[in-house]
């Protein structure tokens, strides 16, 4: 309920957070927690309210009711409460465009840290570190106006990476992208969780979704339909299809054909030679 402290262990997590467009309700009572997965994955069709709730996870938006939770508390909306927040979860949005302000890469990721007032020598450390993490070194000193689609993303991700956050939040990481940016981005998504970093993700991209997130959330108009761990929501396909969403082709082999359910493309491979 309300003001209940969530088992959140100074995690981030909302309580029946509540949020409305002038007088349209869009968020309804949204009780999350994202505390207990190393990445969670926000699903749902279009509408369904997901760039809405992660604008308040990043408290851009202020709930009407309910709240979101950092640092076992309710988030106050004051500039020292903003800015602990904003040092801690950072979202990467759809469009890099909106998040690259310099021309040049390096000086565009390296921009926040210096706002900050963080010494050059850090801020040198980091930006290395982010762009090894993001295959962004071969780049670095290109502007930015001649980089694809797909390197900005990675370039946006970086500077996000910089800021050294407990949550990175990402919407639609895949969207616009190639197969092979796809690929690309699936890597990177991977490396970030294997330093450790805790990830919440919006995708349309199902299949993604089901391969590298631990937990999910099914929204359908502002509220949860589902939770639990991708295989748990994604076996359900009638649930699925209410909310207006497909199978990943993983989990559709396993439930149309008997199949077992893999994780991976390289899992079903290893069945299907021994089948
Ligand atoms: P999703 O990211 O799942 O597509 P959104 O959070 O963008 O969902 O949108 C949820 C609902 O809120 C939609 O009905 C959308 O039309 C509405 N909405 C989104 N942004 C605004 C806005 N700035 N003003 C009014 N309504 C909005």
């Known amino acids: 309920q309300t003001g209940t402290k969530p088992n959140i262990d100074g995690g981030l997590a909302t309580r029946t957070l509540c949020f409305s467009y002038q007088d349209k309700p869009v968020l309804k009572h949204l009780t ?3 505390s207990h997965f190393n990445v969670t994955g926000i699903i749902g069709a279009n509408g369904s309210g997901k760039s809405t709730l992660f604008m308040n996870l990043s408290g851009i938006y202020q709930p009407q009711e309910g709240e979101v ?3 076992d508390e309710p988030l106050v909306y004051s500039k020292k409460g903003l800015r602990a927040l904003r040092q801690s979860v950072v979202t990467v949005f759809q469009d890099p465009d909106q998040q690259i302000f310099y021309s040049d890469v390096e000086n565009d990721i390296a921009f926040s840290l210096r706002n900050l007032g963080i010494e050059e020598a850090e801020i040198k450390r980091r930006t290395d570190w982010a762009l090894r993490l993001v295959d962004a070194q071969h780049f670095r000193h290109t502007p930015v106006q001649c980089l694809s689609f797909g ?3 990675r370039v946006a991700i970086a500077g996000a990476l910089v800021m050294q956050s407990d949550y990175l939040l990402l919407d639609e990481p895949t969207a616009g992208l190639d197969p092979s940016g796809r690929r690309k981005m699936l890597a990177i ?3 970030i969780v294997a330093q450790g970093k805790r990830i919440i993700i919006s995708s349309h991209d ?3 979704i089901y391969q590298i997130c631990d937990g999910l959330y ?3 108009n502002g509220e ?3 939770s639990g761990s991708p295989q748990e929501v994604l076996v359900n396909k009638t649930l699925l ?3 207006g969403l497909e199978q990943p082709w993983l989990v559709k082999l396993h439930c149309e054909a008997g199949l077992p359910l893999c994780k991976t493309e390289q899992e079903m491979i290893a069945v299907l030679r021994h089948w």
């Open 218 to 220: 099914l929204l359908s």
């Open 189 to 191: 998504i991977e490396q």
């Open 69 to 71: 939770w950092w640092d």
């Open 151 to 153: 390197q900005k993303k």
């Open 32 to 34: 999350l927690d994202f």
């Open 206 to 208: 199902i299949d993604l």
């Open 224 to 226: 949860v339909l589902s």
């Open 241 to 243: 299809e209410s909310a």
